[in-house]
């Protein structure tokens, strides 16, 4: 199993740039695909970024591609996203997710285990 744990959401202008990490626990992270998704009020669970256990994919969602970077330190069980140039549409919870599998999907459906969720508020 994997646990996971979120931090590094909170408020933010437009424009400005938050680092979300993602720490797990358990002994199958460094084989996992990890993926950031996010879920705004009233809307369904989005897929933001995936990536590989080696690091050989990496995907990004349409609307994040250039301002979203993530990425991922095995040796610290750790996996990151950074993101640029925050708009007020970004603001949602955003999840980390890990899925045992070695292709990287977008659909949340074929992540196994879930963190909790950090809050990411823009402000226009």
């Known amino acids: 199993q994997v646990q996971l744990v979120e931090s590094g959401g909170g408020l933010v202008q437009a424009g400005g740039s938050l680092r979300l990490s993602c720490a797990a626990s358990g002994r199958t992270f460094s084989r996992s695909t990890m993926g950031w998704f996010r879920q705004a009020p009233g809307k369904e669970r989005e897929f933001v970024a995936g990536?590989?256990?080696?690091?050989?994919?990496?995907v990004y969602a349409d609307s994040v591609k250039g301002r979203f970077t993530i990425s991922r330190d095995n040796a610290k069980s750790t996996v990151y996203l950074q993101m640029n140039n925050l708009k007020h549409e970004d603001t949602a919870v955003y999840f980390c997710?890990?899925?045992?599998?070695?292709?990287?999907?977008?659909?949340?459906?074929?992540?196994?285990?879930w963190g909790q969720g950090t809050q990411v508020t823009v402000s226009s």
């Open positions: 997710a890990a899925d045992p599998s070695a292709a990287v999907g977008r659909q949340p459906l074929t992540y196994a285990y």
């Open positions: 990536i590989s256990w080696g690091i050989i994919t990496i």
